[in-house]
């Protein structure tokens, strides 16, 4: 079977770190994705991880652990705009590169 | 530019009614998807497709129907057999590990 698993909610002040964890089970993996959704907009991408270790990338950062199924997205120096769903995927290892998706984190940044 | 043009934006149904969402894309990807996102939710695959003339059904593709004529070209029928179609709709095209989603198409019954 096929699950990814996402806090719901977060909340966090401007100006913090924030760190939303991703947990998954599926049959195949070839690569974790986060995104960033703005209600109503589509997906855009933040990172990309298919080995082991910390993607660093401006003030977003992605881990991933394979053996543990385990990745985490953290959010440095938190502005207003961050404001926003983080969406954890998954690619499949099949031919079709499909992208399975979790239900989203919503994050709510106040001042 | 390239990208991924889905149209109409906002598309209302008549319970009863098919409805066709528009997916064009022109990156040259071989590979497009259609996803389904409910308030609050992730996206749930509903139909994909590797080339032309092939597609597969995803996690939730009863009640829709696809057609890959053309490479470019990638369109989501939502039939009446769809008993809950109010969503938004995302078509995405990928070539090694890049994706790209179009703006959405928001479905609603009326």
């Known amino acids: 079977g096929q699950n990814i698993d996402q806090p719901t909610e977060m909340t966090a002040t401007e100006g913090a770190i924030v760190q939303i964890n991703c947990t998954y089970q599926?049959?195949?993996?070839?690569?974790l994705f986060w995104y960033q959704q703005h209600a109503g907009e589509a997906p855009t991408f933040l990172s990309y991880?298919?080995?082991?270790g910390l993607e660093e990338k401006g003030r977003f950062s992605s881990f991933l652990s394979r053996s543990k199924g385990y990745s985490y997205l953290l959010l440095k120096e938190l502005q207003m705009k961050d404001s926003a769903s983080y969406l954890c995927?998954?690619?499949?290892?099949?031919?079709?590169?499909?992208?399975?998706f979790g239900a989203g984190t919503r994050l709510a940044v106040h001042p | 530019d390239g990208g991924i043009t889905q149209s109409p934006k906002y598309l209302f149904r008549k319970e009863g009614q098919n409805v066709t969402l528009s997916c064009e894309q022109n990156?040259?990807?071989?590979?497009m998807y259609w996803y389904r996102q409910d308030p609050g939710q992730g996206l749930r695959l509903i139909y994909y497709s590797q080339i032309v003339n092939d597609f597969q059904k995803g996690d939730i593709a009863e009640g829709y129907s696809v057609s890959r004529e053309k490479k470019e070209s990638f369109p989501l029928t939502v039939t009446s057999a769809q008993k809950n179609p109010t969503a938004f709709y995302l078509c995405?095209?990928?070539?090694?590990?890049?994706?790209?989603f179009g703006s959405g198409t928001r479905l609603t019954v009326v």
């Open positions: 990156l040259n990807h071989d590979a």
């Open positions: 991880n298919v080995l082991d």
């Open positions: 995405a095209s990928s070539m090694d590990y890049g994706y790209t």
């Open positions: 995927a998954v690619r499949d290892s099949g031919g079709y590169n499909k992208l399975i």
């Open positions: 599926t049959s195949g993996f070839n690569g």
